[in-house]
């Protein structure tokens, strides 16, 4: 039988495998609530227009609020001889409300209607991930807030290169994050265009009213070009893009959680709730989420490339190549989603080693900078020659295998006779980092009142999102 959708010119229906290849229902009834929305805003403005009679449109509204029930019920068929998301509810329209139903499709085509569906899902998701993502920066400011103060190596090369405090760490991911929420709301504010009213690539004939649709769904206005409606998936590879980057923020920080809970680093503890055994080897604990956060980047980056490269090469309009812009989208937010949900329940859980991290954090001779900076203070060397001092004291305490507080003075001043003991004051790492001051550097009282700052900005957010 031919699909009675479009099969009028078909006399046999196809074959097994055409079906399987073409069919979307499989992933797109995820459109299913943006389906029904937008055939609700089009179907009252066909009405409005005068293009359908008011008693049909009532209807076809009535009876797709049944299938929307229908669909959370779980009693709704999906049938893959449908194709789609859209021929699979249209259908039941029919069935609900005969051949009346068939009048929702004027001045419409499943190229309009899919964009259209798509930048809804997208939007939405684009919410629900801002959500989370304040969510995950809350948590990491807390953090930030009571480890101001927290000592800990700072790294270059993943070579101990200056002490810094953890808060002032995970506020650098803060920082990350609010980036990320500006990529995804710059997406959001650029697709928010309605493609509704495009047709299947030209326009159409009817006098619809686009202005009102796009309100009707909370779009800015309607897409201005029916050829770019139909054809450019932009919206979505602007999305995975900055999903993909935020992904890359999440998987260094969970590369650097795996690294801290080694026994070797011993900085922190994950909690029993993020961490898993091993059935063979009885003492392990395993940094399993973090890892798979670390992991799933991959594939979200693999979304984005995947539909680059579908892309790339399309003639306008619209070509059955982008029904495969979906599951890597799906796929790839749904990912990120979790990835981020689990970061915020590891950094509310995660135990840090105080002792550890500050012991650590004078290793590998990290003050030496601010040794060089005090020859640049109190002797008013050039800061090269001070380097180059300071590079002589470290060779002699690294050959003597102590730290360069530990150096007695007599032995400092065989390599520079002017250096006295105020010298000390400045090779501990707490003075260190006291001493950043800059602004955007590491003195705990900058972390106190960045960490103070975000928690304002976070707390005021929160407040104008509940209102
Ligand atoms: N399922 C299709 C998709 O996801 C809907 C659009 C179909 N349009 C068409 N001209 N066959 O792309």
Redesign the pocket.
């Known amino acids: 039988m031919s699909n009675k959708m479009w099969g009028g010119r078909f006399a046999a229906g196809p074959d097994e495998i055409m079906e399987e290849i073409n069919a979307?229902i499989g992933f797109?009834y995820r459109f299913a609530a943006q389906d029904i929305r937008g055939s609700k805003a089009h179907v009252a403005m066909l009405a409005d227009a005068g293009i359908v009679s008011r008693e049909n449109a009532s209807a076809i509204a009535a009876g797709l609020d049944q299938i929307s029930s229908e669909i959370e019920a779980g009693t709704f068929t999906f049938s893959r001889a449908l194709?789609?998301?859209?021929m699979n509810v249209e259908s039941r329209l029919a069935e609900i409300v005969g051949p009346d139903a068939g009048r929702l499709h004027t001045a419409r085509?499943?190229?309009d209607?899919?964009a259209l569906d798509f930048r809804l899902w997208i939007r939405d998701t684009i919410e629900s991930l801002d959500l989370q993502l304040r969510d995950l920066q809350q948590a990491m400011t807390d953090k930030a807030l009571v480890h101001a103060g927290s000592v800990m190596p700072g790294f270059t090369h993943l070579q101990p290169a200056q002490p810094v405090t953890l808060g002032h760490h995970l506020l650098a991911y803060v920082e990350m994050l609010s980036r990320d929420r500006g990529r995804l709301a710059d997406a959001r504010r650029r697709l928010n265009e309605c493609p509704l009213g495009a047709a299947?690539l030209a326009g159409t004939s009817f006098p619809i009213d686009r202005e009102k649709t796009a309100r009707g769904l909370g779009f800015d206005r309607p897409t201005a070009n029916s050829l770019d409606s139909v054809s450019d998936r932009d919206f979505v590879l602007e999305t995975l893009s900055a999903a993909s980057i935020c992904a890359v923020h999440l998987s260094r920080l969970a590369e650097e959680m795996i690294l801290w809970v080694t026994p070797q680093f011993g900085f922190a503890e994950l909690s029993d709730r993020f961490t898993t055994g091993s059935s063979i080897m009885p003492q392990k604990r395993n940094p399993d989420a973090a890892e798979l956060v670390r992991g799933k980047t991959g594939r979200i980056v693999g979304a984005l490339t995947g539909l680059l490269v579908v892309m790339k090469g399309l003639p306008l309009t619209?070509s059955?190549d982008?029904?495969e812009?979906?599951e890597g989208a799906f796929d790839a937010l749904q990912s990120l989603s979790l990835c981020i949900a689990a970061m915020a329940g590891m950094v509310r859980d995660i135990e840090p080693d105080l002792k550890r991290m500050k012991n650590a954090a004078g290793a590998g001779y990290s003050t030496a900078t601010d040794l060089a900076d005090w020859l640049v203070r109190a002797l008013g060397l050039p800061f090269r020659q001070a380097h180059h001092v300071t590079g002589a004291l470290v060779k002699l305490a690294s050959t003597r295998r102590i730290g360069l507080e530990k150096l007695p003075l007599e032995d400092m001043r065989s390599v520079e006779p002017r250096i006295n003991a105020e010298v000390f004051e400045v090779l501990g790492v707490d003075k260190s980092v006291r001493s950043r001051t800059s602004y955007g550097g590491t003195a705990p009282a900058n972390v106190r009142f960045q960490a103070k700052r975000w928690a304002a900005r976070l707390a005021k957010e929160a407040a104008s999102s509940r209102t």
Request: aromatic share 6%; hydrophobic share 20%; net charge negative.
């Open positions: 979307s797109d194709e789609d998301i859209h085509s499943r190229n209607q899919v299947a619209y059955k982008m029904q812009d979906k």
